[in-house]
Every structure is written in structure tokens, then in C-alpha cells.
């Protein structure tokens, strides 16, 4: 009886040993697996000030992915702008090449090939006119960004920034990850 017992213990002592060894190898393909993921699909970033309000806020946490990425009107956009931050900017693509944007600060409408813009997304009208003196047609490879909160975002309408070369930009915001409360897919 005595050996039973004791072969029954060795076997529930081996069927725990598997269980944590089971548990240990979840979580460290789980933590490969995420790893893969932030290294080669996406990427965290943060929103550093209020040029995105009311659509992002300060302190927010992105994801953002570049994979088979070509830029288009109405896309929310990380880019590395290095003549004007250290940090990347979170801007919309309010036009790609060729096409021309202008802009009536009287009447804070922007015009893209002369059709005004319907934009819901944004904070105000625009009224802060920065470097922005004339109609701009973007150049081939490059976009016209802008931050929904108009008259408090340096974006395209500024010379530092102006029309920006699609390989400065880093990704497409896909998710709002933090805060957990605003969780968002866009």
C-alpha cells in the first residue's frame, strides 16, 4: 500500500512539474510573440501636446503599423520631422501628391483642388494662417499634414514642417491603446 501511495505522489509531483512547465512555456511564447509583433508589425507611441484635440489628447498611447502603408486623406499619421522636434509628431494627411490645398483664413475653410473640406474631426475652423501665404500643390512623395486643433497645431502650414516626404513618416495610427477608457480603432 505503501507503494502506491508513494507512486501516486511521484505522479502527481510529475503532473504538476508538467503543468508549470506548460504555464512557463505559454508565457514566454506569449512575450516572443509580442516581441515579433512591436518589433516588425507595429509600434507604441505616445502624443506629446494638443495639436491633435479633440481627436488625441496629451499622454495618450498609439499603435501604429507602416506595413504596405501609402498615405491618404484623412489618415491619422506619426512622422519624425527632425528640423523642427526630437520627438515624433502626430499629425492628419489632409493631402498627398498632386493635389492642391488652400486655405481662406477669413472663413477658416481649407480647400483641397479648390472643394472645401467637410471636417468634423476638427477642434475649430482654421483660422491661424503660421508661414501659409499661398495655394500649395504637395510634391510627388510627400503630403500636407495638419492637427484637428487648428489654430494650436504646427503642422504643414509651417515652413520648419511644410509638405513632408512620405519616408519621414513612421506609420498609420490604427488603435488608441491607453487610456483604457478611450480604447479606440480607427
Request: charged share 25%; with cysteine; glycine share 4%.
Amino acid at each position: 500500500m505503501k507503494k502506491l501511495h508513494e507512486a501516486t505522489e511521484k505522479k502527481k509531483a510529475s503532473e504538476e512539474k508538467d503543468n508549470i512547465f506548460d504555464w512557463i512555456e505559454c508565457v514566454v511564447f506569449a512575450l516572443v510573440f509580442c516581441i515579433l509583433i512591436f518589433t516588425f508589425l507595429t509600434r507604441t507611441v505616445g502624443v506629446v501636446g494638443s495639436s491633435m484635440v479633440p481627436t488625441l489628447e496629451d499622454k495618450e498611447r498609439l499603435l501604429i503599423s507602416n506595413i504596405a502603408y501609402t498615405p491618404k486623406y484623412g489618415d491619422i499619421v506619426i512622422l519624425r520631422k527632425d528640423t523642427y522636434a526630437s520627438y515624433p509628431l502626430v499629425k492628419r494627411v489632409i493631402a498627398t501628391e498632386g493635389q492642391t490645398i488652400d486655405i481662406n483664413f477669413d472663413e477658416g475653410i481649407v480647400y483641397v483642388d479648390n472643394e472645401p473640406l467637410h471636417e468634423d474631426y476638427t477642434a475649430s475652423l482654421t483660422y491661424v494662417r503660421e508661414d501659409f501665404t499661398e495655394p500649395v500643390t504637395v510634391p510627388e512623395g510627400c503630403v500636407f499634414v495638419m492637427g484637428d486643433n487648428r489654430n494650436k497645431s504646427t503642422d504643414s502650414r509651417t515652413a520648419e514642417i511644410g509638405c513632408v516626404d512620405t519616408r519621414y513618416i513612421l506609420g498609420r495610427v490604427f488603435m488608441r491603446i491607453t487610456p483604457v477608457t478611450k480604447f479606440k480603432i480607427f
